[in-house]
């Protein structure tokens, strides 16, 4: 295996910088056990934005798929990355901890894709 190390810190300005994106921020989205979607959602949201309206945007993103219709949302089990946390629907992406590039995991427990085959 080779291991790379660098000699000294990146000097450049990044191109996905939050600056870029003209007051929004990239919010990845991930629906664990559903292969069907081969990887997360991009939305392309400010930080004022109330979690709510990412629910929402994901019904425009998953809702397609047989299981979306039946999540019970209360019992969602959600990350940030691989940190559990409890989104407040009323509170915005910023009050929520939610950052540029950040990837949002949720699963539903007992749906595990189409007849539980992750997809």
Not at 12 to 25: R, T, V
Not at 93 to 102: F, P, R, V
């Amino acid at each position: 295996m080779t291991m790379l190390k660098t000699l000294a810190p990146y000097d450049f300005k990044s191109s996905d910088a939050l600056e870029n994106y003209k007051g929004k921020q990239l919010l990845y989205v991930n629906w664990e056990r559903h292969r069907m979607f081969s990887r997360p959602f991009v939305l392309a949201l400010t930080p004022d934005t109330k979690f709510a309206v990412i629910l929402e945007k994901m019904a425009d993103c998953f809702s397609y798929h047989p299981d979306w219709q039946h999540i019970d949302w209360n019992t969602v089990i959600w990350q940030n990355s691989n940190t559990p946390f409890t989104p407040d629907r009323d509170q915005t992406l910023a009050e929520n901890g939610i950052g540029h590039k950040d990837l949002i995991r949720f699963r539903t427990p007992g749906l595990d894709g189409i007849a539980g085959t992750g997809y």
